[in-house]
T-cell receptor, first 113, second 107 residues
Framework: NAGVTQTPKFRVLKTGQSMTLLCAQDMNHEYMYWYRQDPGMGLRLIHYSVGEGTTAKGEVPDGYNVSRLKKQNFLLGLESAAPSQTSVYFC????????????FGDGTRLSIL | GNSVTQMEGPVTLSEEAFLTINCTYTATGYPSLFWYVQYPGEGLQLLLKATKADDKGSNKGFEATYRKETTSFHLEKGSVQVSDSAVYFCENEKLTFGTGTRLTIIP
């Protein structure tokens, strides 16, 4: 049982480049989330989705876009990467929002030079 | 407002010591509360949870009691092991995480 799988695991970009992070879950969860983790700041919610075809903004959405075309996949895009977006990105999914725990991927370490 | 305040780290203890990591929350109503653990290079894993007041969550020797009178969900373990070294996060059901507490256990 794979759970939540994130690709890639590592990436280095130059300022201004674009890229897409992929998250896939095989638990048939309706809810999916993208977080960023920075030292001393815990996890901050970027965007989330309550089901296929839906997306919503979280706490720190600026500079990111997301899409949920298929229930099992949640994509996070950076259109024009900036050094401030250097972080570790985590995807998570859950059966429902709030009352059930989240299942996390192993993270993507992204460096913007 | 909606927030989670977690004990700042890092915390360093000797093996077999008693552990407490404090977590308090502010929220409307009585949200479900969770503790997650993150080992190096991995994502967060659920450690334990409590869904209503006075509930006690427990797992792997860790315990936390949902106390509405003090709006707290402190994590405790009676005798820590080196393998417990990790970062611990408190979360409420509003997708709000504490800043994480790094725990290091010395043999």
């Amino acid at each position: 049982n794979a759970g939540v799988t994130q690709t890639p695991k590592f990436r280095v970009l130059k300022t201004g480049q674009s890229m897409t992070l992929l998250c896939a879950q095989d638990m048939n969860h309706e809810y999916m989330y993208w977080y960023r983790q920075d030292p001393g700041m815990g996890l901050r919610l970027i965007h989330y989705s309550v089901g296929e075809g839906t997306t919503a903004k979280g706490e720190v959405p600026d500079g990111y876009n997301v899409s949920r075309l298929k229930k099992q996949n949640f994509l996070l895009g950076l259109e024009s990467a900036a050094p401030s977006q250097t972080s570790v990105y985590f995807c998570a999914s859950s059966y429902s929002r709030g009352r059930t725990p989240q299942h996390f991927g192993d993270g993507t370490r992204l460096s913007i030079l | 407002g909606n927030s989670v305040t977690q004990m700042e780290g890092p915390v360093t203890l000797s093996e077999e010591a008693f552990l407490t990591i404090n977590c308090t929350y502010t929220a409307t109503g009585y949200p479900s509360l969770f503790w997650y653990v993150q080992y190096p290079g991995e994502g967060l894993q659920l450690l334990l949870k409590a869904t209503k007041a006075d509930d006690k969550g427990s797992n792997k020797g860790f315990e936390a009691t949902y106390r509405k009178e003090t709006t707290s969900f402190h994590l405790e373990k009676g005798s820590v092991q080196v393998s417990d070294s990790a970062v611990y996060f408190c979360e409420n059901e509003k997708l709000t995480f504490g800043t994480g507490t790094r725990l290091t256990i010395i043999p």
